[in-house]
């Protein structure tokens, strides 16, 4: 069974670009210096994320294939 292509999925899928700009952000302002646990857990958690967005698009351009087809 497969979940529709809908709004919904596309929202979430916007809602982890803003995740990724967010911890781009937390990272770039923490100072490692003082906090490396921290940086080095928002450097894991960026790589996840990062890693799902890619997918995602790529699933993404595949379903448009598919119904453009």
Do not use: K
């Not at 990724?20 to 990272?27: A, H, M, P, Q």
């Not at 210096?33 to 997918?55: G, S, Y």
Request: hydrophobic content about 40%; overall charge positive; aromatic content about 6%.
């Amino acid at each position: 069974m497969a979940a529709p292509y809908n709004r919904s999925s596309r929202a979430g899928f916007f809602e982890e670009r803003s995740v990724v700009r967010s911890l781009r952000r937390l990272l770039a302002e923490t100072n490692p210096l003082v906090d490396h646990p921290t940086c080095r857990l928002l450097r894991l958690m960026l790589q996840e994320e990062e890693d799902m967005l890619r997918w995602g698009e790529h699933a993404i351009a595949a379903l448009r294939g598919r119904v453009n087809e």
